[in-house]
């Protein structure tokens, strides 16, 4: 469904990913791993548009959406759950998720299946965003993306900056995201949590892939990881 071929995306004279080369199946669930820097944020913002690839394609549902806007890209069933959330802070989070049903193409999730998901979110759900704990501000922004109903969901380091429970509570939700037919693309640090959910692991070294295939050694992802021997 997702296919990236020599993909390469810079800030200004600065190449951050080079010549990434990828494939997330339909329904299926890719972890793409690295240190701070190595280029994984800069991965996600170019799939979803927001950052101009400078060489290679990204084909998604057999369409060519390279140099599609990021708008475009969401209408496609693309949703990105960006670093730091992103929640609307005076907002309350009902009203944050309600904001998404204006991208929602038809499929599973409405406002009621994600509150049935993440039931804390739902708790709260007239809290406003900003007053809620870092776990539950994650958890909101990925059920604000779930509600537009994407067929490729885009996680962006969902462990950062939360207490190792937390991270756990939210990982636990991501095979019953998967059961549902959503596509997942997460990009992490926590190695651990992200090989509990993916079989399939990319590792990134500064800006270029260091490793990839299913089912690696975690002494072989480690190299990859720190670029040591
Ligand atoms: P982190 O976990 O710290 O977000 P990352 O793997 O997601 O790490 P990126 O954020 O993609 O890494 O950063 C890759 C490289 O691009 C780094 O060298 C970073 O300093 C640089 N970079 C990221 N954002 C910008 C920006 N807006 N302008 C200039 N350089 C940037």
């Known amino acids: 469904m997702l296919e990236i071929t020599d ?4 800030y200004g004279q600065m190449t951050a990913i080079r010549n ?15 240190s701070n ?18 060489t290679g394609s990204i084909r998604f549902d057999g369409e060519d959406i390279t140099t599609l806007t990021p708008h475009e890209r969401a209408r ?16 309350t989070v ?38 809620m704990s870092g776990g539950e501000q994650q958890a909101t922004a990925i059920a604000r993306a779930l509600v537009a ?14 207490a190792p429970a937390i991270v756990g509570q939210l990982y636990d939700r991501i ?12 990009v992490e640090q926590d190695v651990s949590q992200a090989l509990r959910v993916c079989d399939d692991v990319h590792c ?4 270029a892939t260091s490793l990839a295939g299913r089912n690696l050694e975690l002494a072989d992802i480690s190299r990859a990881y720190f670029g040591s021997e």
């Open 76 to 91: 496609r069933g693309v949703s990105l759950v960006p670093e730091g959330r992103r929640l609307f802070a005076s907002l």
């Open 94 to 131: 009902h009203e944050n998720l309600q904001i998404a049903l204006s991208a929602r193409r038809t499929g599973r999730w409405t406002i009621d299946a994600v509150y049935d998901l993440f039931p804390l979110v739902a708790e709260r759900r007239n809290r406003r965003a900003g007053e």
């Open 175 to 186: 095979p019953l995201i998967q059961e549902q037919g959503t596509a997942i693309l997460l």
């Open 37 to 54: 820097g190595a280029g994984k944020s800069t991965l996600l913002k170019t799939i979803a548009g927001q950052l101009k690839a400078t």
């Open 149 to 162: 109903n994407p067929s490729l969901l885009l996680l962006d380091e969902v462990s950062l900056g939360l």
């Open 20 to 34: 990434i080369s990828l494939r997330v199946e339909s329904g299926g669930i890719l972890a793409v791993i690295g």
């Open 7 to 10: 993909l390469s995306a810079a």
């Open 204 to 207: 990134l070294l500064q800006g």
